[in-house]
DNA sequence: CAGGATCCTCTATGATACTG
DNA sequence: CAGTATCATAGAGGATCCTG
């Protein structure tokens, strides 16, 4: 989130700069599809391009295509081919993955915990002018 | 990220569904711009518009105003008016903020230390093909 | 089965100009 | 100062058809 030291007063936060981590981070797992895609594979272990289809609901094949490509580019998954008739291919989140995957889970249970908080504000938000 | 209960091998990840609190959460955060405000106002405590938008490199008034509003109505920040001339509003977290704050600060260290990793995988993968 | 290639449609976001 | 209003555009994402 920052760019030189780690919370400076005099830090900028600069959404531009492609080397702030952070950055990188927020448009992975803040992708629609991608922490589906991890989530899942986190429960189900290894799962089939299909497989994946059937249980996010929702994703056309080029989102799903295209989200376990770029995940497979990071390093959060691999992708296994069977060259059987009807080919196969598997997928399954990597360490580094799974590591995410926790991350993930926090975030989750943030959500779980204080969601209805913010519902709440949002309802009152919007009973003030309408 | 599920619908019923919390990971049963049956659970679905729709995205679609608006109830879950998972989903909302990784809109509100996975935004360009939300999470630059969160952090800039955890650093600095309580900021004016103005010194957000210098802040933040890159924000067009627009975004900002927008971003404000959002974390606003969901209880994230408060908007304070000073009713002088000229006009003076200030931002700051509220405590639901400040514990998302740290949920966000448990995304930048998992960053911080993964990212180099995913780097060198996004390498590998790009020497492939090309 | 697992995707590649296309076309097409919105939405998010930016630039600009104006105002209480 | 702190916005609001309007216009314009790139890119995300969906629908559809095709293939190894």
Avoid at 6 to 26: E, H, I, K, M, V
Avoid at 69 to 80: I, Q
Avoid at 113 to 127: G, L, S, T
């Amino acid at each position: 989130m920052d760019v030189t030291t780690d919370d400076a007063p005099t830090a900028r936060f600069d959404a531009f700069d492609a080397s702030c981590p952070s950055r990188q981070l927020l448009d992975t797992i803040g992708n629609k599809w991608a922490s589906l895609v991890i989530v899942a594979l986190g429960v189900a272990g290894r799962m089939r391009y299909s497989e994946l289809a059937g249980r996010i609901a929702g994703v056309s094949q080029k989102m799903l295509t295209q989200t376990v490509r770029s995940l497979e580019r990071d390093g959060l998954l691999t992708r296994t081919v069977t060259p059987s008739v009807p080919v196969r291919v598997d997928y399954e989140l990597t360490p580094l993955g799974l590591s995410l995957l926790e991350t993930i889970r926090h975030l989750k249970e943030w959500a779980e915990a204080h969601m209805a908080e913010v519902d709440r504000a949002r309802e009152e938000y919007d009973r003030k002018d309408t």
